[in-house]
């Protein structure tokens, strides 16, 4: 064996793991030791690719390990590769450490020609099948290795099928098929000038390079992009024996999942397409049968197939979804690897595997990918309009959405700017990505379970309804049931239900179901972060209770000034001239504040609430300028104009140089404050908190100020004084402002704005989605937090802050604050809570409480995907 | 002695200097101590400021100390204080340890009351003097101890005077200002419900108090937030035995400088005024001599005061101003103190006491207080335009300004938010203090080069003209050689020659005189920091370079796409929809940004050119919606607009959306060097800069794109390429940047918009000017360098940019690069360079070697002002 080894058997044990072989390769390699029936083969591993990637050339002694292992394999099977008269044919696989759907290519059949497929027909008897897997050799190998246009294959297909007055390829017999392998050959010749190349090594030799290129398309960088996959890792090529789900009758192919994917019940899940190969299952073109089907069919391979799957999740310890293939009554496993599920899915399954005894509580709680519980955590369709529905699907994706119709991807990402969109397609396709990461969610005519549509929008997260009955397509017109949907018309999809709705329907909030509330009380013995809510009133306060939020860390105040009663008040207050007309209005504004304030204190009652002094700049309490009623408005709107209102007067700013504001808002907590207590008998635990605060001695000012009038109206209710930390300085300054304040809450919104310099309302539009496509930044920092630069003021600040007062409370408030990576970096850095909305206080408890086992060294437990 | 001792005379040793004294404290103690005839007295420490001001009470025993040195004091002078007979009288002093004329508060005449003015009278046989001390003393206790409105005795006087037809003080006799006495403490009375104070000590106490009171002035507050001074030092009050100019003809009063305060020249300098008190001179309300005057009619205090001037230039080896009386020929000084003098003056007076061998180079350059250079460094009237002034009065501040005409200090600030002003009024006030920090420049119908207007304009170097012959002032008119200028008419003053005129009159660049280019050579020697300039033209260039500038820090390129044929092409670039068109158009601006970069090269030849690539956002290249001449126009500026454009589509970002833009930068940069070369036969030294860098990767792709495009057209050519760091991310990962940059250059600027989350285009108008007025912040950190906040993220960009490159290069090239305190900062953290306009390149070079002077700990070198 020489040093470098770039080939590997299935059978035979090879140094490296999932990295080196891909999920694919181990997959296959542990399926053989299994002793499970797995076709012969072997895996070119990600060392070749990374080879091969400096200079787009195969590695040197690549092709002579190659064939080496090709000959072991001949002996194996008794066939010769090349052979004309029985041939061993192989298929090319891609196959990532990451599984990456659909996005790389495959080929199969290969090794055949215009002679091996005579004796392939004459071997098995069956010509029409011969040629049927030549032409598809010729197809695949033209468009994958050598780029011939992909509608000229099909066009050709297309154009016999009407010559022969066939509806379905079916109808085609061995001649119509000889033809059309002529046909094709006569189309790769006038693409590329040459013929079809006939030897099957330089076939195979080629296949695998255009594999590895495939690594590349802008389709799959685009997928890595969205799902954090790094570029650099490459791919593995699988050579695999072929075998025919397309033999005939007692030939097939399918998938089965060892549980319910949708929703993790435990039962044999899984779809079957007679007379057919697996592509037909995966394209989504003919719609499968449910794979218990199998069991009147074929019950040998059948029951071969459950006893599989049961070695398999044991093998695994996890949920596994399986690719099979079925040749004359024999069955063949092609893949196996975790299934993708949904969140429903997944909790059910990691919950139900503890209670089997199968993994521990920690390695459920790892298993969860916290980010997927956001599906859970959309809103439904109310149950009470449900009835109006226009059509129905498969339930593909849970969670329902609206928005107007699109019909291809280039549109939805377009009119994605502009408000929410849906996808329809016929079916969609690797090329589509882009359009479904932008749209809202998907809907198309054909496709099941395991349709590409399908596998890609649970991976997403986003609702999608497959295969939808009485949904047609023309041109820029949706046929739904009688309704004619235009671009932009708007529809409503119901994932979980399958159900769509013509126009925008009432939805209702999610709530946890069992599974979802047993594993989160697991997670709340491992996490030392605390989580909170942001939530601006008592409704939201409660919901944030319900979903285990231990207080609430930003009760926003700006909204408070809205309302018929109000603005009207605040508007008079902006525009008075001088401090007493600001005073008088501002009186009558406290008693609305104060009766706010009380029913956040009395939802929140023996938990936290750190209310923030109002924040926004004044002008967002006036109309536009066209809008405004009189010349005075109008005046007072100009003046109050800025050129960068994000840098602008707001903040502390406003309760320094408009004391009165500040001083009102603080006399309404005191007074809500004393008001719950006589109700309840119990002070509420207000935190007051002032935001934007860049230098210690605005805050020293806001302190005094706070405190003067919590004297007067409060003095023996207790109270804690904090500020944001919002801005660079104040990071960088934090332990002067420390010396000033009781708590820190991070705003990582406006810290991400002010220390990369971008705006976030304009920067999606102008450079920020460039930059994520092009790839120069991995991740938006808008959504994910950007740990490197931000992270790294937000570690000096709590240095500081700590340095200076070491029982200051640290927390987070910014968005970042309900992304469980964000998380993960504010368990490290010590933050003492993070605080998020409602809905994403699950997700966060979850993430804090992966983020303190990580760091307990929890490597034993598997991390969740794979 | 006891413990605290809060009282020293003036013969007897202190343990403490100018802290301790005050300004004008220790100068008396040292000229009694040269044996300088100086009036008794002693000084009350800061120390009893400092313990006065914790509760507004004096501290314990400062009473009865106050008492034994006036007792020392009586037996000194043989008079007793409050005696009836030949009474002592004395006056209180304020004295700060820095200098702030005219801010607070004098009481004169301490120790009369209806008894003793008549011993005065006795005594000295002249009643009319007596009455006319005792009413002053009534006004001044009146105004300043007990705050009584300052119209109402004037307002005595004016109707007296109307009473007896007199058209000036002189014309009242002895028995006139009996009856004002009687008039004056009516008024005291009636305002205060009670007589005027009796006791002498009582009178004395009470006046240190108000004079320890007049501290906290608003107008004293407002001053040291323009000066510096921080606030809490405090002022000492001096008591000095009362000594008479206004005593009839052989008595005066009057100032002299050692050496011409305006030019520096050495020669005796000053004004004096016969039969006067010091107020009367101070104050500007009559017109003095000059003090050569006094030679005819006292000669031997004027050889007194001529000796006295050169003991106490040598005593203190720098230029003095003092303050004297001559009562019945014998001379007093009552002040000594540093000069305040024009920048010209300074230069002159230093380089000459170098000559003379009075100081060292060294302490000449410490001396130079840089920020005052600005003066000389601002425009001057177009010699050609001089005929045409209007009006000409005292040259009493250099510079010249041209603005709106404004009457009062509240307009001044109001109407300098709309643009320039100049302040014009009779005579200058302390409260005037505000309005004429807003103002360009100040004009006064009264006044001297002592005047209260010409001292201030001095110390903030703004131009003055006082005593303008031909001005006259009505309500909201000033009336000018016959032109009637209101409020908002623009004039012109030269406060270097006195000349003032109507409109706005043709300004000329200033130059360097000889002194000024002597002491520069002297810093070029000292300092470590190099000196560029920014400078986008060839002239700007040139001048910067003959002001000693050492390179370009900073080429902007955005005016290289304005002008009447280059604006259009940039407009049709900006309007393309695909990247073609935009090719198309910056084909046809290269040449132009050639031409214009060989102009730059060739100006700058041997010297290195920071070239910063387009920085603004393309929208400042359209008109305004409302003026677009098209829809297409108009559409773009819609879809360019942004909420935030600070933080939004600019710098480096534009170059990575729309790399053809820098591409075509890069080549016009590259084929302007290559011809230069041709030219010259020397290379320019090209540093190419991307601005806005906030991601390492940013700067690796614009690195590649930069050496890629000079590689096809120079490849032979030096060059670098760097960046601009002026975003906190930037600082944070400066170390990962740095493996993509040759040099950094801090744009303090925008690191202080973004570290500090304040929009400098709106600050000013809304929160900035409050939090300077009401001491939020000391300093705008837009005009000098927040060193604590922004300075603490240099300080870590300099930290990672070293550690992973030692040999980056690193500057500033922000406004703050001619700033000193910012400089001084700069060269403690080690830049290389700091860059700024050309016209401050030379406060610079000063800056920057009395920098390296104060790290050599150079503190031997007195520091300038006092």
């Not at 200076?804 to 970096?825: D, M, Q, T, V």
Request: proline letters at 5%.
């Amino acid at each position: 064996m020489s040093a470098a080894r770039f080939v590997f058997d299935f059978d035979e044990p090879s140094p490296g793991g999932r990295e080196l072989l891909g999920g694919k390769g181990i997959g296959l390699a542990e399926m053989t030791e299994l002793g499970l029936p797995v076709p012969g083969g072997f895996t070119i591993t990600t060392d070749a690719f990374r080879s091969y990637a400096i200079g787009r050339q195969l590695p040197e002694g690549l092709a002579e390990e190659v064939r080496a292992h090709v000959a072991a394999l001949e002996v194996k099977c008794g066939k010769r590769f090349g052979d004309h008269d029985d041939p061993l044919l192989v298929s090319v696989r891609s196959g990532a450490a990451v599984s990456m759907p659909g996005m790389m290519d495959t080929i199969l059949n290969l090794g055949l020609n215009d002679e091996a497929v005579e004796g392939l027909a004459a071997r098995t008897g069956n010509p029409r099948f011969a040629y049927d897997s030549y032409r598809r050799l010729i197809q695949m190998f033209g468009e994958v290795v050598d780029g011939i246009d992909p509608r000229r294959f099909p066009d050709a297909l297309a154009a016999l099928k009407r010559e022969r007055g066939a509806r379905s390829d079916a109808d085609l017999g061995a001649e119509d098929l000889r033809a059309l392998v002529a046909s094709y050959r006569g189309i790769y010749r006038e693409e590329k000038g040459r013929d079809f190349p006939a030897g099957a090594t330089d076939q195979l030799m080629r296949a695998v390079g255009a594999v590895f290129d495939s690594w590349d398309t802008p389709r799959a960088r685009v997928y890595r992009g969205a799902n954090g996959i790094p570029d650099d890792i490459g791919t593995a090529v699988n050579v695999v024996q072929m075998v025919f789900g397309n033999k005939g009758d007692r030939s097939g192919t399918g998938v089965a999942f060892t549980r319910n994917p949708a929703t993790g019940a435990r039962e044999l899940y899984g779809e079957f397409l007679a007379n057919a190969q697996g592509e037909d299952v995966v394209a989504g073109i003919r719609t499968p049968q449910p794979v218990e089907a199998m069991a009147l069919i074929m019950p040998r391979a059948y029951e071969e197939l459950r006893a599989a799957l049961r070695r398999l999740e044991e093998r695994y310890r996890d949920m596994q979804d399986v690719e099979f293939t079925v040749e004359d009554g024999a069955l063949y496993l092609l893949q196996t690897r975790a299934a993708k599920r949904t969140a429903a899915a997944a909790l059910k399954a990691a919950v139900e595997m503890v209670e089997e005894g199968m993994i521990s509580r920690e390695e459920a709680i790892v298993r969860i990918d916290p980010a997927s519980l956001d599906q859970l955590l959309h809103p439904r369709i109310d149950p009470a309009e449900a009835l109006k529905a226009a059509a129905k699907g498969l339930n593909a994706s849970p969670g329902a959405a609206s928005g107007g119709v699109v019909f291809d991807a280039e549109t939805a990402v377009e009119r994605a700017k502009g408000g929410p969109v849906i996808l329809v397609r016929t079916e969609t396709t690797p090329d589509d990505i882009h359009g479904m990461i932008a749209a809202q969610g998907i809907l198309t005519v054909h496709g099941g379970m395991t349709s590409h549509a399908a596998v890609v929008a649970r991976g997403m997260g986003k609702p999608c309804v497959a295969g939808c009955e009485g949904l047609s397509l023309e041109e820029g017109v949706a046929h739904l049931a009688g309704h004619d949907l235009r671009e932009g018309d708007v529809i409503t999809i119901d994932g979980g239900s399958g159900q769509v709705y013509v126009g925008k329907v009432k939805l209702v909030p999610p709530q946890l179901n069992e599974d979802f509330e047993t594993l989160l009380s697991w997670t709340d013995v491992h996490r030392r972060l605390r989580v909170r809510a942001n939530a601006d009133t008592p409704e939201d306060a409660a919901r944030a209770r319900e979903f285990g939020a231990e207080g609430i860390g930003l009760c926003r105040t700006e909204h408070m000034f809205f309302g018929e009663e109000r603005l009207p008040v605040m508007q008079e207050m902006i525009l008075a001239e001088k401090e007493p007309g600001r005073r008088a209005a501002l009186e009558r504004l406290l008693p609305f504040q104060q009766a706010d304030f009380e029913g956040i204190f009395a939802a929140m009652s023996g938990l936290p609430v750190t209310i923030r002094l109002l924040d926004p700049p004044l002008h967002e309490f006036l109309p536009l300028e066209e809008q405004a009623s009189d010349e005075r408005m109008r005046a007072r709107i100009r003046v109050l104009h800025e050129s960068n209102p994000m840098l602008g007067m707001r903040g502390c700013r406003l309760g320094l140089v408009y004391p009165e504001i500040y001083e009102m808002q603080i006399r309404a907590i005191a007074r809500a404050a004393l008001a719950v207590e006589a109700r309840f008998g119990e002070a509420p635990l207000v935190e007051i908190m002032h935001p934007l605060v860049g230098f210690a001695e605005e805050l020293r000012r806001l302190r005094e100020l706070t405190e003067r009038v919590w004297m007067q109206e409060a003095p023996d209710m207790p109270h804690t004084v904090g500020t944001m930390i919002e801005l660079p300085r104040a990071c960088i300054r934090a332990e002067e402002i420390a010396g000033e304040a009781q708590f820190f809450s991070f705003g990582t919104n406006d810290l991400t704005q002010t220390a990369l310099g971008v705006s976030r309302d304009d920067a999606d539009r102008t450079f920020l989605m460039h930059y994520l496509e092009d790839r120069v930044l991995e991740r938006n920092p808008f959504e994910v937090l950007d740990t490197e630069g931000v992270g790294g003021l937000m570690r000096i600040a709590v240095a500081g802050g700590r340095a200076r007062n070491p029982s200051l409370k640290i927390g987070i408030c910014g968005e970042h604050g309900g992304e469980p990576r964000s998380i993960a970096f504010c368990h490290g850095i010590g933050l003492d809570y993070v605080s998020c909305s409602p809905f994403r206080v699950p997700i966060a408890r979850l993430a804090a409480a992966q983020a303190a086992l990580a760091q307990e060294g929890a490597s034993r437990y598997v991390a969740a995907g794979g």
